[in-house]
């Protein structure tokens, strides 16, 4: 319990991987000499201090969440305390989850109604094995070789920490969410993450890679081949494409941010751009609700692109001029 079986100050009682990282930039944003001011106070803030100061809010920050296990985990050990719930309870306190990138999982966890967070915050969706483009046969076949190639006493952990499943990684970090052939050490087995951690070529070569999505695809997969055959079209602009499946998508069924993110392969900003967007032009509601201008809108989308002829027929015979006129 928070203040009580520990101290937020306590030390960390093993080697950090990714909290070290994280540590080092919540460092600096807390530190007015960098920062340029002393508004945010440091994690290591004592509980009279927190009264004293009228904290607010409470912020947990990490890298990357894949199942939401430890976010959750951590913030409950706040909620505990008897001062900083009823804090809670009288709306003074409020206390977040910021992850630079979490599966559709974690965040199903994190935004659970009995959680401890009031606003769960990201900059991307993580995929994982069950948002995949694949089809069901092909998840099994990939599920049967992480199970097939590794120990049989860790096949509970073949498909990472909680069965989550990840397929998310940085330079920074390796998360224990991927599957363990990915990242498993022991005799005749040469890892893609050896030691779990990215090697200088494989980031060289890779960057930051993402998986393209194919907006066609998407558009067929929620039953829209019309639109999706006139997606990707010369004449049409990409951020159009991506308005049009983003109204596509909301008329299949209500997807937050994050579902959004995921389903276009863009940061959440981008997708809170769009729905701006459709907002400011009448095409979705503030429920994000498809109005009768965005339904309007979709089947004009839908329609084939118009082939205008002038009727002249071409002649493979010289022209030459007559007059001047």
């Not at 100050?9 to 001011?37: C, K, M, Q, Y």
């Not at 607010?56 to 894949?66: E, L, N, P």
């Not at 055959?229 to 596509?248: H, I, P, Q």
């Not at 579902?259 to 751009?273: F, G, I, M, N, Q």
Request: with cysteine; net charge positive; aromatic share 8%.
């Amino acid at each position: 319990m928070a203040f009580e079986s520990f101290q937020l100050d306590d030390p960390i009682n093993v080697v950090p991987g990714s909290e070290g990282f994280v540590g080092n930039l919540i460092r600096d944003l807390v530190s007015p000499a960098l920062a340029g001011t002393d508004a945010l106070l440091a994690p290591s803030t004592k509980l009279n201090e927190l009264r004293d100061k009228r904290c607010r809010s409470i912020v947990v920050i990490t890298d990357y969440a894949g199942s939401g296990t430890q976010l959750r985990n951590y913030a409950m050990t706040l909620v505990r305390h008897p001062t900083l719930r009823s804090w809670r309870s009288y709306g003074l306190l409020r206390i977040h989850a910021l992850s630079y990138a979490g599966s559709s999982q974690a965040l199903a966890t994190l935004q659970r109604e009995d959680g401890p967070f009031d606003g769960i915050w990201t900059v991307e969706t993580a995929p994982s094995f069950q948002d995949a483009p694949w089809t069901a046969s092909q998840r099994d076949a990939i599920e049967e070789i992480c199970a097939r190639y590794v120990h049989k006493k860790d096949r509970k952990r073949a498909l990472g920490f909680k069965e989550s499943a990840g397929l998310f990684a940085t330079d920074a970090s390796v998360p224990n969410n991927l599957p363990l052939i990915l990242r498993q050490a022991h005799s005749g087995w040469h890892p893609f993450f050896e030691r779990r951690t990215v090697p200088p070529d494989l980031f060289m070569e890779l960057g930051s890679y993402a998986p393209d999505v194919v907006f066609k695809d998407v558009a067929t997969r929620i039953g829209q081949p019309r639109l999706s055959s006139n997606l990707g079209v010369k004449y049409m602009r990409s951020a159009t494409d991506e308005m049009f499946l983003v109204l596509a998508l909301l008329l299949d069924r209500s997807r937050s941010d994050s579902d959004l993110a995921r389903e276009l392969s863009k940061p959440v900003a981008t997708v809170d751009l769009l729905l701006r967007a459709l907002r400011t032009l009448g095409l979705i509601d503030d429920q994000r609700n498809v109005t009768s201008a965005g339904k309007k809108e979709l089947t004009t989308g839908k329609r084939a692109p118009r082939h205008v002829s002038t009727g002249i027929e071409g002649s493979g015979a010289p022209y030459y001029p007559g007059s001047m006129r």
